[in-house]
């Protein structure tokens, strides 16, 4: 990625020749692949470093093509879910692939990320990023409707984030293996509570859901405070388990 002097970032694929910098405009690729990593570049009179960028800068730079799980949220579900090196995990929707990065980070280098998309133009960002973190190799994307596609047998967990998760339990639980866990993922208060009822209904043990609020600091010599621009409400995360 490039940061600029104010600490704005900008994702990019180090290749030759002119190479198109979402938000920045065109950059000399044959200069940039010349450089490595912590030296300067400089790009119509503004300067750059060159870095790396970490799970924690690809989600930020992220295009929204749809609304994403921030990484407050995100980080929690693999621990939920238990969720490690080696899990079979499947997701829907994939939107802009926010999660599906935070999935493949945990499940990596031996797990497996099964995605499944209704929109080509969602997967297709979800797929520059997921190209960019280098965990590739983990994912299986599914052009598919989560509700009706013959999903993988016996997984470790599934998640769904999409506007009706109730439509997709009955596949869901389907797919789970004995003592996998689901999470769900639901913006409004409302569909919280047809969630849960559905989640009890499908035979689902250890049903709970909580939201995260997450305040920043902000730290001045002689002013501590907590900041003015809180990220407020984003979503709720209800749990459960097969057994
Ligand atoms: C809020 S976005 C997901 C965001 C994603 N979790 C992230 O963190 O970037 C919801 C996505 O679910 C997809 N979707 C809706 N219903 C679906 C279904 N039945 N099967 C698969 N995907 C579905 C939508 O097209 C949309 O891209």
Known sequence: MLVDEGGRKFPVVAKKGMTEVRRLGVIDGDKLCRLSLGDRLDVGGRRFVVLRPSLNDLLSMIERKAQIITAKDSFLIPLHLDIACGSRVVEAGVGSGALTLVLLK?????????????????????????????????????????????????????????????????????????????????????????????????????VYSFETIQREMVVHEGGVRPSFENLGHTGYLAFGRKV
């Open 106 to 206: 945990a499940v990596s280098p031996e797990g497996r990320v099964f995605s499944y998309e209704l929109r080509a133009d969602h997967a297709d960002v979800a797929r520059r990023y997921v190209e960019m973190s280098g965990d590739g190799a983990c994912w299986e994307p599914h052009l598919g409707d989560v509700c009706t596609e013959d999903l993988p047998k016996d997984v470790d967990a599934v998640v769904l984030d999409m506007p009706t998760p109730w439509d997709a339990l009955a596949n869901a639980v389907k797919a789970l293996r004995a003592g996998g866990h689901i999470c769900c993922y639901v913006p409004n208060a409302n569909q919280l509570e047809q969630l849960v009822n559905a989640m009890r209904g499908s035979g689902l043990t250890e």
